[in-house]
């Protein structure tokens, strides 16, 4: 049995005596030295009666506090967790786009890449666009140019510094086009350059005009959209 409870008991009790004190004392009114006995009594059944009763009132008070701490923690649980899911950037694993990046993986592979490699497109002011796996593009503040990135080594796709994704070394992308070989890209800097980044061995060429690299990804056989397209085109695909 608890303390709690033991004391609830003797609290009851002590009630009773208090009240049974002062209806036996005004029983005995005339008898001076009983009544006043009788009230001594209950004065002390009082005293302790008060005392239990200030005891059950701490207990209950902290026991409620500690109730509404817990259900407090698990609103803010809650709502942290809705906040977090609010900013975050996700896509449906049936969306056509999704459907057509997993079509591109290799037999050894099919059914082993995480969908959320598809599926999660960054928080926040964080984007990340997903290519034929392990590649993505990732950008920062606004999707209008972007960074190729590996992340072949990369457990989970939704930590954006994890120190294992690997810059593949083509930087400002504003448009793309690819196959299951190859990635054409323009790169814009202080002037617009065109990439050629072979998807399979990493090997990368660069050309000064968007003429030049089509012609060249027609030479290694691109099968790929002629048109490049922005970053934000593609985003929309998804």
Sequence with gaps: MSLFVVILVFTILLGCLVVAGVIYAFVIRKNKR?????????LVSLVFLLLCVGYLTFRVVRATVALGNEAGKAVGNVAAEGLV??????VSVESPQVKSLQSFEADSLRGKVDTSFYTY????DWWRLPLMYPYSIHCVDVV????????????NV???NDSK???MGVINITHLSFDKKLLLVRVQDTTAQYVLFDLAD??????QSEAE?????DLEGFSGPKKLESLQEYMARF
């Design 34 to 42: 009983k009544r006043n006995r009788s009230l001594v009594s209950a």
């Design 85 to 90: 899911e609010s900013m975050t950037n996700r």
């Design 121 to 124: 497109l960054g928080f926040r």
């Design 144 to 155: 209008n140019h972007g960074q190729l990135v590996s992340e072949k080594e990369v457990a």
């Design 158 to 160: 939704t930590t954006a």
């Design 165 to 167: 994704i690997r810059a």
């Design 202 to 207: 990493q090997n990368q060429e660069i050309f």
């Design 213 to 217: 690299l089509l012609k060249k990804a």
